[in-house]
């Protein structure tokens, strides 16, 4: 990193000096992968073909299966551009030729009264919504993990808001006439082609959330206005508002319900909050709902030149499951808090809010912080939940950030 160009220095981690090795290494993986991106200012080279069209200048490119946001590049708006929004693939998504003709997509429903395949077509004639929610990754936040645990090293931009649109899970319900008796689960499957010979529980993406999770399903076949790209599930997703990214199940094939979870290993072990040191079980809590969280997005940019004086302070609240009812930024490390103000509409409860503090403030290093509360009285926590794999983080500390304004 060029740090004379840099004017405005940004770094990730603890603020309290609490963890400051952590800290470090936070910010020596954080800048890698910025350097890296950085090549494809000029084309898109560095995205894989299924996302050549997404603007790699506002992503950090890990792999081709996982990319994220830039913190700066949220932007100030509440819906993500797809463009921008981060891309998560276990597994290699199927062919393009899927999405070519969406409506002829077929969804087999089983666990049902009246069971049957519907293609996307008829499931477009049984009934329509739209749902504004924030899709997050269940890693966004394992970067800053001292415990450094296996996996992307996400940081904050693996979560977008977007719009999803198709038919209500319940709608469909009514539709095969109810779920049968003894059902506990709502099951999804993921449509990758499983290669020949491989036990499928091994790598498909097949997810079981609990049945209260269907009140706000839908089986969307749209995201922000367009049919839903591969990249991000289409012809058809199961979107499970409030649950984290793994339970949006992309490219669904099959819709079950069913008395168990799936047998599949991404069920049964990926996905648990596992003790350190301990490897995913069915015995542990699955991973399933999104706890509240916030992080500033304004200033965050390392190329951005800041001044002092009066600055707008913009960041970005979710509260989980419900809607988030407070956000206080600090701009010395957490010693103080100031109430900052939600901007913008309220797009219900499994959207994020934008939020502003518009502060006066000199030349001079800040460290700034914001912590978020919701409609159930849940406040964003100093401290993450240590678990094995770095799932659920929601640290206010560890997603503070330093600045240095000229
Ligand atoms: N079929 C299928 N669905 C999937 C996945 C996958 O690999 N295959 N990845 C999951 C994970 S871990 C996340 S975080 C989200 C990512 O959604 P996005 O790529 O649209 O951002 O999709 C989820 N649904
Ligand atoms: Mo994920």
Redesign the pocket.
């Known amino acids: 990193m060029n740090v004379t160009r840099r004017r405005l220095l940004t770094t990730s981690g603890s603020v309290l000096g609490l963890a400051s090795v952590s800290a470090l290494s936070n910010f020596s993986s954080t800048t890698k992968a910025l350097a890296a991106t950085q090549g494809s200012t000029a084309n898109n080279s560095a995205l894989p073909a299924y996302a050549d069209w997404k603007d790699a200048n506002h992503l950090i490119i890990h792999s081709a299966?996982t990319m994220e946001t830039k913190r700066h590049a949220f932007g100030s708006g509440i819906i993500t551009p797809l463009e921008r929004?981060?891309?998560?693939?276990?597994?290699a998504?199927p062919s393009e030729e899927i999405v070519k003709d969406p409506d002829a997509w077929v969804l087999e429903v089983s666990g049902v009264k009246n069971p049957q395949s519907l293609t996307v077509a008829e499931l477009k004639t049984l009934g329509v919504s739209t749902v504004a929610m924030v899709?997050?990754?269940?890693?966004n936040g394992r970067a800053y993990f001292p415990s450094k645990p296996s996996g992307t090293q996400w940081t904050v931009g693996?979560a977008?808001c977007v719009m999803f649109t198709g038919v209500p899970v319940k709608t469909l319900l009514e539709h095969v006439q109810g779920m049968d008796e003894g059902a506990k689960y709502m099951t999804g499957t993921?449509?990758?082609p499983i290669p020949d010979g491989l036990d499928p529980n091994t790598i498909q993406?097949e997810?079981s959330v609990p049945l209260e999770a269907i009140e706000d399903a839908l089986l969307a076949w749209e995201i922000n206005g367009k049919p839903i790209p591969l990249?991000?599930?289409g012809p058809l997703?199961l979107v499970v508002p409030g649950y984290?990214?793994?339970?949006?199940?992309?490219?669904?094939k099959r819709l079950a319900f069913t008395a168990e979870q799936s047998a599949a290993n991404i069920q049964q072990s990926g996905y648990r909050l596992a003790p350190m040191g301990e490897k995913g079980a069915p015995t542990q809590e699955s991973v399933w709902t999104m706890p509240v969280k916030s992080w500033i997005t304004y200033p965050s940019d390392p190329d951005e030149q800041v001044h002092a004086g009066k600055i707008q302070i913009q960041g970005l609240a979710t509260g989980g499951t419900t809607d988030v009812t407070k956000i206080e930024v600090s701009t010395d490390g957490g010693e103080s808090w100031h109430e900052a103000e939600f901007i913008g509409p309220d797009l219900g409860p499994y959207a994020w809010r934008q939020f502003v503090l518009s502060v006066e403030l000199e030349t001079g290093t800040y460290k700034l912080a914001s912590r978020a509360t919701n409609k159930n009285g849940e406040t964003q926590p100093a401290d993450r939940l240590e678990n094995n794999r770095g799932y659920l983080n929601n640290s206010w500390v560890d997603h503070s950030l330093e600045v240095v304004l000229v």
Not at 135 to 139: I, R, V
Request: aromatic share 6%; charged share 15%.
């Open positions: 299966n929004l981060f891309v998560r693939n276990n597994i998504p899709l997050q990754c269940n890693g693996a977008g993921g449509g990758e993406v997810r990249a991000h599930g997703r984290t990214g793994v339970n949006n199940v992309k490219y669904i």
